[in-house]
């Protein structure tokens, strides 16, 4: 088994065609069907289908797809550290729940790059997918938190997918609603001052776990809730009905503007105030490439980590 073996199994996956392929990898068809049929050999089994629409994944390929990714993303990695005037387009990702400061450091980590030639990405997405885009290589780093209601649960899933988490910063709950609101003036907002008030909450799914929730106290019961699937509905739902969300208080002005005001939350024995463990995940094992390393180093600086 070779790295160019390899390449040439993710480009097939990628492009589900043995004649786009070879056309993207500059070989002859016939050359990149034996490589694959020699490699099939090798492992004894068979990696993809064959057909007149062109080719998919077996069961067998789709699983060693992964590690495939996985070996010749380090290659890239180490090509990228140690080697000079690298032609392909370096990727690099992040997914992350709905965080501002997530997005800002991005925007500083990207401005250090000639844009021309790299793939960035970043998503803001539900829970289990920030955990799904990093296992399966998507992304890079993946952005979450963890409290004492969701560790356990989500530590299992970490660990069942490969991942690994890394601690950044510890917060307070916080109110966040719009600077209009009755209660924007308030030094502190308990649980009982918000009843009346729609809860904003971001969607996580059908059938979602109460500890995939990106905003704490999930299992309380609230009178009125109003899920949203992007930052920007939730916060136009602050303006439009007065609603509010429970947050880390790490607010980007610069992305978000100045409309909004994050309020430290008033715990009681009912709703304690469970401290938030703003983190970042990554493979194990992994190192992270040149643009991993800054993105984190912007994070660290956004939030006023002292290393």
């Known amino acids: 088994m070779t790295l160019t073996q390899l390449n040439y199994i993710i480009t097939i996956a990628e492009t589900k065609s043995m004649n786009k392929a070879a056309e993207k990898l500059y070989v002859s068809q016939p050359s990149l069907t034996n490589a694959i049929k020699e490699l099939e050999k ?4 068979t990696i993809f289908y064959r057909s007149g629409r062109g080719v998919t994944l077996t069961n067998d390929g789709a699983e ?13 990695a180490i090509l990228e550290k140690y080697g000079e005037g690298g032609s392909y387009k370096k990727k690099f990702g992040v997914s992350t729940q709905h965080y501002s400061f997530a997005v800002k450091a991005f925007v500083d980590m990207a401005k250090e790059f000639d844009m021309s030639k790299y793939e960035f990405a970043i998503r803001e997405t539900r829970t289990a997918e920030v955990i799904q885009d990093v296992s399966t290589m998507k992304s890079e780093i993946g952005i979450l938190y963890l409290s004492d209601f969701n560790r356990k649960s989500l530590g299992k899933m970490l660990k069942s997918a490969g991942l690994e988490f890394h601690h950044l910063i510890d917060c307070q709950a916080y109110v966040y609603i719009w600077k ?65 969300t429970l947050c880390s208080g790490i607010i980007c002005e610069e992305l978000n503007g100045n409309d909004y005001v994050a309020v430290p939350f008033q715990d009681d024995e009912q709703n304690p105030n469970s401290v938030m463990e703003i983190g ?10 040149k643009m991993g390393v800054l993105y984190v180093e912007a994070l660290k600086k956004y939030l006023n980590i002292s290393e």
């Open 42 to 45: 090798e492992l004894g089994i």
């Open 64 to 76: 060693f797809l992964l590690y495939a990714k996985q070996i010749y993303g380090q290659y890239e």
């Open 180 to 244: 209009h609101h009755p209660l924007a003036k308030e030094k502190s907002i308990s649980f009982e001052q918000l009843d009346g008030y729609p809860c904003l909450s971001f969607e996580q799914g059908d059938n979602s776990s109460f500890y995939l929730a990106e905003e704490i106290l999930s299992t309380n019961e609230y009178s009125q809730v109003i899920r949203a699937n992007d930052r920007a509905t939730m916060l136009n739902l602050m303006i439009g009905l007065n609603g509010y």
């Open 280 to 289: 970042y995940i990554t493979r194990k094992n992994t190192l992270l490439s």
